[in-house]
């Protein structure tokens, strides 16, 4: 059972950065590839970024250039790096395991609780 769990959030002034980190211990040896969303309060839950099982990644237009999630395999963690932070960034962040779309997908399509971020000063 693939368990993302994410950390890292916390209180950042316009302008800084901040990296959160998702953890699912197992994902690598299966065919996972691994998804951020973020959801502000009132919103409709986005998504922010993504790692495919392959390892090409893609953002959301409103954070390229800004976020860079990378995957670090050793420890079964994605990271996803928050630079240049706005007030707009302000919201619930959630990781999420991303199966294979294909024949041969042994990844379980898992949420994981979200970490808050807030970017305010």
């Known amino acids: 059972h693939v368990q993302p769990v994410e950390s890292g959030g916390g209180l950042v002034q316009p302008g800084g950065s901040l990296r959160l980190s998702c953890t699912a211990p197992g994902f690598t040896s299966l065919t996972c590839g691994m998804d951020w969303y973020r959801q502000a309060p009132g919103k409709q839950r986005e998504w922010v970024s993504s790692i495919s099982f392959t390892g090409i990644t893609t953002y959301a237009d409103s954070v390229k250039g800004r976020f860079t999630i990378a995957e670090d395999g050793a420890k079964d963690t994605v990271y996803l790096r928050m630079y240049s932070l706005k007030p707009e960034d302000t919201a619930m962040y959630f990781c999420?395991?991303?199966?294979?779309?294909?024949?041969?997908?042994?990844?379980?399509?898992?949420w994981g609780q979200g970490t808050q971020v807030t970017v305010s000063s």
């Open positions: 999420k395991t991303h199966p294979l779309r294909s024949a041969g997908n042994t990844c379980p399509e898992n």
